[in-house]
């Protein structure tokens, strides 16, 4: 059983928007990091985004900059991924991933986090 559990991927036309979910399944500390990375077939894997759910402060890869948003609901032990106009090169299969954070940061590198979901995919289609 996985540690994170993805979901709300989906096939979707350019222009849309989708909201990927990751449920937490087992506790990775009390300061969390969470971050969202994906993969193209091919390509390497990147960070999309990542949140420090203590400080609050947030990371984002450049080319979704003021389209995707990464959000916790503590309450649920979920945080989300919201994904607005999204364009076809954003096709990919998309992982949560979590672990403790030392500082306030937001990191987006994959050595960071030691707990990942399987991935929920992402199709955009022009």
């Known amino acids: 059983q996985a540690p994170l559990v993805e979901s709300g991927g989906d096939s979707v036309q350019a222009g849309g928007s989708l909201r990927l979910s990751c449920e937490l399944l087992?506790?990775?500390?009390?300061?969390?990091?969470m971050a969202w990375f994906r993969q193209a077939p091919g390509k390497e894997r990147e960070g999309v985004a990542s949140l420090n759910t203590r400080s609050g402060t947030t990371e984002y890869l450049d080319s979704v900059k003021g389209r995707f948003t990464i959000s916790q609901d503590s309450a649920k032990y979920t945080n989300y991924l919201q994904m607005n106009d999204l364009k076809p090169e954003d096709s990919a299969m998309y992982y949560c991933?979590?672990?403790?954070?030392?500082?306030?940061?937001?990191?987006?590198?994959?050595?960071?986090?030691?707990?990942w979901g399987q991935g929920t995919p992402v199709t955009v289609s022009s």
């Open positions: 087992q506790y990775t500390g009390r300061r969390k990091c």
């Open positions: 991933a979590a672990d403790w954070c030392q500082g306030d940061a937001a990191p987006m590198q994959e050595t960071a986090f030691g707990f």
